[in-house]
């Protein structure tokens, strides 16, 4: 798969690839953001087609700002990768998989190649409707001594010690370790009133298997998810109430919520094509 190309080349429709320009401004900039649902808050997810999509965010709009990321990109698309960590026989895939009500994951990630810039340590748990995320931001040369088992100096960087410390917990409890890339285009909406509400529309999602404790963007080896060949991934998230504009949205355009996992689809497809093992015959996706 190409490299990702410059927003400027970006073809209409999400058909194109980018070459990341970073989309957080500054590295202390980047450290500083903070997701305005991060914490604990809902989320519903659909799968739509390109018009559709178009569509929902002319909606948007109407109500929501770009995000921060957003606003500093030409059409308003950044790129995200994630380094996902599972156990020698992909717990965490297999119960996202079997639709445990209660689970979690755990990811490195990063939106940009500049060594400048943090990844973030996110630990993302389910607890039966509520989703509960955490994030802690290192800078790129501590990633793999991290991912290890080191302890992380404070001198180095400002983080949250506290989330980066539970990261490692969680970790260590499974015995995980790198299992696969995740890469996206998004672009995003907020709000800023008390009830946060965020809408993210993602494209071009691809995969790659390692077991290398590194987060990149750009590389070789790229594999197309089939989940989003001509669709696009609606993920809506609020922290209190579901807003009335919002259930306006999903009935006048159809909406379908569905349980989607751009981890555990790419762990799956993988496997079906010979990429990993074990095999997942007889799993749904719950």
């Known amino acids: ?167 490692q917990l969680y970790m260590n409890s499974i015995m995980a370790r790198p299992t696969v890339l995740i890469r996206y285009m998004r672009q995003a909406y907020e709000g800023g009133t008390e009830n946060r509400v965020r809408v993210t529309l993602d494209r071009e999602l691809c995969y790659k298997i390692t077991s290398k404790p590194e987060v990149t963007l750009n590389s070789s080896g790229w594999q197309g998810n089939s989940l989003t060949l001509g669709h696009v991934i609606l993920e809506v998230k609020f922290t209190a109430r579901y807003p009335a504009w919002l259930n306006r949205m999903v009935r006048h355009f159809d909406l379908r919520s569905r349980s989607i996992s751009k981890y555990a689809t790419s762990i799956k497809q993988s496997c079906a094509l010979g990429f990993c093992a074990p095999k997942f015959d007889g799993v749904g996706y719950g």
């Open 1 to 167: 798969m190409p490299e990702i190309q410059s927003p400027e080349q970006r073809p209409k429709q999400g058909a194109g690839r980018h070459r990341h320009k970073s989309g957080a401004g500054t590295a202390e900039e980047a450290s500083q953001y903070v997701d305005r649902t991060l914490g604990c808050r809902f989320e519903l997810k659909y799968l739509l087609t390109e018009a559709k999509a178009e569509a929902i965010a002319q909606y948007v709009k109407l109500y929501l700002s770009l995000d921060r990321y957003s606003k500093l990109q030409p059409g308003g698309f950044y790129p995200i990768v994630s380094l996902y960590l599972d156990s020698e026989n992909l717990q965490l895939c297999r119960e996202s998989l079997g639709g445990l009500k209660n689970r979690f994951k755990l990811r490195v990630r990063a939106y940009s190649d500049d060594h400048n810039y943090p990844s973030f340590f996110e630990i993302k748990r389910r607890i039966t409707n509520v989703i509960l995320k955490s994030r802690a931001p290192v800078l790129h040369r501590n990633v793999e001594a991290l991912l290890s088992g080191a302890t992380y100096a404070p001198q180095d960087y400002k983080t949250d010690e506290r989330s980066l410390n539970q990261f």
